[in-house]
């Protein structure tokens, strides 16, 4: 936003600190005038033509006064609030710095707690944020175009293939072709999927998490029989506000996970909700390998597939717990994995109760 030119906050100070003090010095000096003026009308001093006498001596007086006043108060005013104003010029530096794209820099403004520190402090914490944002968006922009150059380059290899060896059997390409592509569509739509949930751009309307999950899991239910897993769910009626379509995309991401990243037989998923006193909760709980605080840490970052858990065949794209996360970030609400002792994993989503917003 263009502006035109103005005084500086430091030339403001001065000047209404330099007044101020100017005016506070009239004031004096018309008192001390008021005293001497009233001084032979009660009988405090007689001398013939006093006013007279007085007005001579003072005028000069005064005058030198508040010249020195006026200058005292420029300078004075002019370090005082430089010394008040440096912090806010650290502060203006780091602005300049951070928006020439240097986001490592941090003010770290010393000395006790007042306004410009809380300041400096809440600018060093947003500048800490938008560091980790920007870092893992362009993770993620990495992982994104490394998943979707895969498939693309699988094609092409496929594609030039059928065109220079014609004796290849057709039948099998388009087989391949058609996996590759299939996959390709399934990492867009996720994609699609986490950028309309980080943009936070949906109505929110009461939902019930119950129905949310018997929905998911009778969708999944073939998955899990080919898997040789038992799906179990209970809970009760668990109202909540938010976007049913993404909610319901929430709850089929973790029970899939959960019969895909399972034992090789006899798995178990549970899959339970329930109401709080300002909350619910849906959480997916299921049987599988042993996984330690560090692994359980990762798997909600994009493209994390935990590929030592996975069955052959069915890898998946690698973004359902991240889809996940930001879901549930953009309903206000928490997501915590847990692992099992014995194996396997606890994943549980708490939303705010429609009666708290």
Sequence with gaps: MARAPGLSVRLKLTLSYAGFLLLAGVLLLVAAWLFLDR????????????RLAVARAF??????????????????????????????????????TAS????????????RGD??????????????????????????AANASHELRTPLAVSKTLLELARTDPDQDTGTIIERLHTVNTRAIDTTEALLVLSRANQGTFTREPVDLSLLAEEATETLLPLAERHGVTIETSGELTPALGSQTLLLQLTTNLVQNAIVHNLTEGGTVRVHTAVRPRSVLLTVENTG??????QVSTLTEPFQRGTE?????????????????????AHDGTLTLTPRTGGGLNVTVELPAPHSK
Excluded: C
């Design 39 to 50: 001084a032979p009308h009660v009988g405090l001093i007689l001398v013939p033509n006093y």
């Design 59 to 96: 005028a000069p007086t005064a005058a030198a006064a508040l010249a020195f006043l006026l200058v005292f108060g420029l300078l004075g005013g002019w370090l005082l609030a430089g010394r008040m104003l440096a912090p806010l010029t650290r502060i203006t530096d780091a602005t300049r």
């Design 100 to 111: 020439d794209g240097s986001l490592s820099h941090r003010i770290q403004l010393p000395g």
């Design 115 to 140: 306004e410009f520190r809380e300041l400096a402090d809440a600018f060093d914490t947003m500048l800490a944020r938008l560091e980790a944002h920007v870092a893992e968006q362009r993770r993620f």
């Design 289 to 294: 390998d042993p996984l330690t605080p560090q």
């Design 309 to 329: 858990r996975l069955h052959t065949g069915h890898a998946g794209v690698g973004l359902g717990l991240a889809i996940v996360k930001t879901i549930t970030g």
